[in-house]
Protein backbone atom coordinates (compact mmCIF):
# COMPACT_ATOMS: atom_id res chain seq x y z
CA UNK A 1 0.00 0.00 0.00
CA UNK A 2 2.71 2.50 0.52
CA UNK A 3 3.84 2.16 -2.94
CA UNK A 4 0.41 3.89 -4.05
CA UNK A 5 0.66 6.90 -1.69
CA UNK A 6 2.77 8.65 -3.89
CA UNK A 7 -0.10 7.78 -7.05
CA UNK A 8 -2.48 10.44 -4.94
CA UNK A 9 -5.53 11.25 -7.03
CA UNK A 10 -5.55 14.80 -8.40
CA UNK A 11 -8.37 17.16 -7.97
CA UNK A 12 -11.82 16.45 -9.09
CA UNK A 13 -14.05 19.33 -10.29
CA UNK A 14 -17.56 20.59 -10.31
CA UNK A 15 -19.23 19.73 -14.02
CA UNK A 16 -22.10 22.48 -14.80
CA UNK A 17 -23.54 22.34 -17.80
CA UNK A 18 -26.62 25.48 -18.90
CA UNK A 19 -28.53 25.62 -22.00
CA UNK A 20 -28.97 29.51 -22.02
CA UNK A 21 -32.01 31.23 -24.15
CA UNK A 22 -29.50 33.95 -25.52
CA UNK A 23 -25.54 34.39 -26.29
CA UNK A 24 -22.75 36.06 -24.47
CA UNK A 25 -20.41 37.37 -27.60
CA UNK A 26 -17.95 37.66 -25.54
CA UNK A 27 -17.36 34.38 -24.74
CA UNK A 28 -14.48 32.44 -26.92
CA UNK A 29 -14.17 28.56 -27.20
CA UNK A 30 -12.25 28.31 -24.16
CA UNK A 31 -12.01 30.92 -21.52
CA UNK A 32 -10.40 31.04 -17.71
CA UNK A 33 -12.15 33.24 -15.31
CA UNK A 34 -9.25 33.86 -13.27
CA UNK A 35 -8.77 33.87 -9.28
CA UNK A 36 -8.02 37.34 -7.98
CA UNK A 37 -4.61 35.14 -6.05
CA UNK A 38 -4.10 31.86 -8.27
CA UNK A 39 -1.50 30.76 -5.37
CA UNK A 40 -4.03 30.98 -2.75
CA UNK A 41 -6.32 29.18 -4.88
CA UNK A 42 -3.83 26.31 -5.31
CA UNK A 43 -3.09 25.92 -1.63
CA UNK A 44 -6.99 26.13 -0.85
CA UNK A 45 -7.33 23.21 -3.66
CA UNK A 46 -4.52 20.79 -3.77
CA UNK A 47 -2.84 21.79 -0.08
CA UNK A 48 -6.23 22.92 2.14
CA UNK A 49 -8.39 20.81 0.31
CA UNK A 50 -11.09 22.93 0.54
CA UNK A 51 -13.49 24.55 -1.40
CA UNK A 52 -12.12 27.73 -3.25
CA UNK A 53 -13.77 30.64 -2.05
CA UNK A 54 -12.39 32.46 -5.23
CA UNK A 55 -12.40 29.93 -7.57
CA UNK A 56 -10.56 29.47 -11.11
CA UNK A 57 -13.05 28.88 -13.42
CA UNK A 58 -12.52 26.98 -16.70
CA UNK A 59 -15.82 27.21 -19.24
CA UNK A 60 -16.51 26.36 -22.37
CA UNK A 61 -18.90 27.63 -25.25
CA UNK A 62 -18.94 25.16 -27.90
CA UNK A 63 -21.04 27.35 -30.24
CA UNK A 64 -18.69 29.20 -30.62
CA UNK A 65 -16.66 26.39 -33.12
CA UNK A 66 -19.76 23.76 -33.92
CA UNK A 67 -23.21 26.00 -34.38
CA UNK A 68 -24.89 22.44 -34.49
CA UNK A 69 -24.43 22.64 -30.65
CA UNK A 70 -26.97 24.95 -29.62
CA UNK A 71 -30.53 26.78 -31.20
CA UNK A 72 -29.74 30.42 -33.29
CA UNK A 73 -29.25 32.91 -31.00
CA UNK A 74 -28.58 30.94 -27.76
CA UNK A 75 -25.69 29.12 -26.25
CA UNK A 76 -24.66 25.73 -23.97
CA UNK A 77 -22.21 26.35 -21.77
CA UNK A 78 -19.64 23.70 -19.80
CA UNK A 79 -18.79 25.26 -16.89
CA UNK A 80 -15.53 23.39 -14.96
CA UNK A 81 -13.93 24.77 -11.58
CA UNK A 82 -11.44 22.29 -10.46
CA UNK A 83 -11.72 21.50 -6.81
CA UNK A 84 -10.48 18.76 -4.58
CA UNK A 85 -11.16 15.15 -4.79
CA UNK A 86 -13.27 13.60 -2.26
CA UNK A 87 -12.20 13.02 1.35
CA UNK A 88 -14.11 9.65 2.24
CA UNK A 89 -12.60 10.60 5.94
CA UNK A 90 -14.95 13.89 6.28
CA UNK A 91 -16.51 14.04 2.76
CA UNK A 92 -18.64 16.69 1.39
CA UNK A 93 -22.30 16.78 0.58
CA UNK A 94 -24.01 17.85 -2.23
CA UNK A 95 -25.32 20.59 -0.49
CA UNK A 96 -21.73 22.11 0.25
CA UNK A 97 -21.36 21.74 -3.65
CA UNK A 98 -24.30 23.13 -4.22
CA UNK A 99 -23.53 26.37 -2.32
CA UNK A 100 -20.21 26.38 -3.87
CA UNK A 101 -22.09 26.71 -6.98
CA UNK A 102 -23.72 29.38 -6.41
CA UNK A 103 -20.48 31.15 -5.56
CA UNK A 104 -19.24 30.18 -9.23
CA UNK A 105 -22.83 31.55 -10.37
CA UNK A 106 -22.29 34.92 -8.91
CA UNK A 107 -18.72 34.83 -9.81
CA UNK A 108 -19.12 34.53 -13.52
CA UNK A 109 -22.15 36.79 -13.13
CA UNK A 110 -19.99 39.58 -11.29
CA UNK A 111 -16.76 38.90 -14.08
CA UNK A 112 -19.73 40.11 -17.11
CA UNK A 113 -22.19 37.41 -17.61
CA UNK A 114 -24.74 39.85 -16.57
CA UNK A 115 -27.63 37.84 -15.40
CA UNK A 116 -26.49 34.31 -16.21
CA UNK A 117 -29.18 32.47 -13.71
CA UNK A 118 -32.30 34.29 -15.62
CA UNK A 119 -31.47 33.10 -18.90
CA UNK A 120 -30.77 29.41 -17.84
CA UNK A 121 -33.49 26.95 -19.64
CA UNK A 122 -31.79 24.05 -19.08
CA UNK A 123 -28.83 23.20 -15.89
CA UNK A 124 -27.34 20.34 -15.47
CA UNK A 125 -24.68 19.58 -12.43
CA UNK A 126 -22.23 17.05 -11.48
CA UNK A 127 -20.23 16.27 -7.89
CA UNK A 128 -17.59 14.61 -7.79
CA UNK A 129 -19.49 11.78 -5.98
CA UNK A 130 -21.38 11.12 -9.43
CA UNK A 131 -18.15 11.61 -11.70
CA UNK A 132 -16.35 8.82 -8.91
CA UNK A 133 -20.12 7.11 -9.42
CA UNK A 134 -19.84 7.22 -13.31
CA UNK A 135 -16.49 6.45 -14.06
CA UNK A 136 -15.54 4.96 -11.08
CA UNK A 137 -12.68 7.11 -11.08
CA UNK A 138 -10.31 7.02 -7.81
CA UNK A 139 -12.37 9.85 -5.50
CA UNK A 140 -13.52 11.57 -7.89
CA UNK A 141 -10.58 12.71 -9.43
CA UNK A 142 -10.55 13.94 -13.77
CA UNK A 143 -6.68 13.86 -14.71
CA UNK A 144 -5.88 10.12 -13.19
CA UNK A 145 -2.82 10.47 -10.34
CA UNK A 146 -1.79 13.34 -9.15
CA UNK A 147 1.54 15.16 -10.75
CA UNK A 148 3.52 16.36 -7.48
CA UNK A 149 7.56 16.84 -8.15
CA UNK A 150 7.85 15.68 -4.23
CA UNK A 151 5.57 12.64 -4.55
CA UNK A 152 6.19 11.24 -7.71
CA UNK A 153 8.70 13.25 -9.37
CA UNK A 154 5.84 14.61 -11.65
CA UNK A 155 5.64 10.86 -13.28
CA UNK A 156 2.57 9.09 -13.79
CA UNK A 157 2.32 4.96 -12.97
CA UNK A 158 4.26 3.07 -15.72
CA UNK A 159 2.92 1.55 -18.73
CA UNK A 160 4.27 -2.09 -17.69
CA UNK A 161 3.63 -3.88 -14.63
CA UNK A 162 6.96 -4.64 -13.50
CA UNK A 163 5.67 -8.17 -11.68
CA UNK A 164 3.83 -9.82 -14.94
CA UNK A 165 5.53 -8.70 -17.96
CA UNK A 166 2.32 -9.63 -20.10
CA UNK A 167 0.34 -6.85 -17.77
CA UNK A 168 -0.12 -3.14 -19.63
CA UNK A 169 -1.45 -0.32 -18.28
CA UNK A 170 -3.49 2.39 -20.09
CA UNK A 171 -5.55 5.87 -19.58
CA UNK A 172 -4.97 9.13 -17.28
CA UNK A 173 -3.34 7.60 -14.68
CA UNK A 174 -0.37 6.29 -16.83
CA UNK A 175 2.61 8.07 -18.58
CA UNK A 176 2.00 10.33 -19.79
CA UNK A 177 -0.97 11.45 -18.01
CA UNK A 178 -4.98 12.49 -18.08
CA UNK A 179 -6.53 14.79 -20.55
CA UNK A 180 -7.89 13.09 -23.83
CA UNK A 181 -4.84 14.02 -25.84
CA UNK A 182 -2.28 12.56 -23.46
CA UNK A 183 -4.68 9.64 -22.95
CA UNK A 184 -4.54 8.92 -26.83
CA UNK A 185 -1.17 9.20 -26.93
CA UNK A 186 -0.29 6.55 -23.40
CA UNK A 187 -2.88 3.85 -25.62
CA UNK A 188 -0.78 4.57 -28.91
CA UNK A 189 2.61 4.15 -27.26
CA UNK A 190 0.96 1.51 -25.29
CA UNK A 191 -0.50 -0.54 -28.53
CA UNK A 192 3.18 -0.13 -29.92
CA UNK A 193 4.64 -1.84 -26.59
CA UNK A 194 2.68 -4.64 -26.38
CA UNK A 195 3.58 -5.46 -30.48
CA UNK A 196 7.19 -4.79 -29.55
CA UNK A 197 6.51 -7.12 -26.45
CA UNK A 198 4.75 -9.86 -28.88
CA UNK A 199 7.65 -10.12 -30.99
CA UNK A 200 10.16 -10.85 -28.31
CA UNK A 201 11.54 -7.33 -27.92
C1 LIG B 1 -15.79 16.24 -15.84
C2 LIG B 1 -14.54 16.01 -16.62
C3 LIG B 1 -14.11 16.97 -17.50
C4 LIG B 1 -12.94 16.77 -18.23
N1 LIG B 1 -12.58 17.71 -19.13
C5 LIG B 1 -11.53 17.48 -19.92
C6 LIG B 1 -11.20 18.39 -20.97
O1 LIG B 1 -11.88 19.41 -21.17
N2 LIG B 1 -10.12 18.11 -21.75
C7 LIG B 1 -9.37 16.98 -21.57
O2 LIG B 1 -8.41 16.77 -22.31
N3 LIG B 1 -9.66 16.10 -20.58
C8 LIG B 1 -10.71 16.32 -19.77
N4 LIG B 1 -11.03 15.42 -18.77
C9 LIG B 1 -10.10 14.31 -18.50
C10 LIG B 1 -10.29 13.14 -19.44
O3 LIG B 1 -11.67 12.87 -19.60
C11 LIG B 1 -9.58 11.92 -18.82
O4 LIG B 1 -8.19 12.22 -18.65
C12 LIG B 1 -9.70 10.69 -19.69
O5 LIG B 1 -11.05 10.41 -20.01
C13 LIG B 1 -9.10 9.49 -18.96
O6 LIG B 1 -9.19 8.37 -19.80
P1 LIG B 1 -9.21 6.91 -19.17
O7 LIG B 1 -9.31 5.98 -20.33
O8 LIG B 1 -8.08 6.76 -18.21
O9 LIG B 1 -10.52 6.85 -18.27
P2 LIG B 1 -12.05 7.01 -18.67
O10 LIG B 1 -12.23 7.89 -19.86
O11 LIG B 1 -12.74 7.40 -17.39
O12 LIG B 1 -12.47 5.56 -19.12
C14 LIG B 1 -12.53 4.49 -18.19
C15 LIG B 1 -13.77 3.68 -18.53
O13 LIG B 1 -13.73 2.47 -17.81
C16 LIG B 1 -15.02 2.21 -17.28
N5 LIG B 1 -14.83 1.36 -16.09
C17 LIG B 1 -14.31 1.70 -14.88
N6 LIG B 1 -14.29 0.65 -14.07
C18 LIG B 1 -14.80 -0.39 -14.76
C19 LIG B 1 -15.03 -1.75 -14.46
N7 LIG B 1 -14.72 -2.27 -13.27
N8 LIG B 1 -15.56 -2.53 -15.42
C20 LIG B 1 -15.87 -2.04 -16.65
N9 LIG B 1 -15.67 -0.74 -16.99
C21 LIG B 1 -15.14 0.07 -16.05
C22 LIG B 1 -15.58 3.58 -16.95
O14 LIG B 1 -16.99 3.54 -16.88
C23 LIG B 1 -15.07 4.40 -18.13
O15 LIG B 1 -15.97 4.36 -19.22
C24 LIG B 1 -12.19 15.59 -18.04
C25 LIG B 1 -12.63 14.61 -17.15
C26 LIG B 1 -13.80 14.82 -16.44
C27 LIG B 1 -14.30 13.75 -15.49
Same mark, same amino acid.
Given at each position: ?144 ? *? ?22 ? *? ?31
Amino acid at each position: MRSLEKFEPSCSGLVLELGLDRKYPQLAHHNFFFSDDQRAHFHTVFRKRELPPDPTIYLVAASRTDPTVAPDGCDCLKILPHIPHINDADPLSRDDYMVFKERVLDKLERMGLENLRRHVVFEHCWTPHDIRERYRSNSGSIYGV *VSDRFKNLAFKAPKQSERYPNLFF *VGGSVNPGGGMPMVVLCGQNVAKRVVEWDRGG
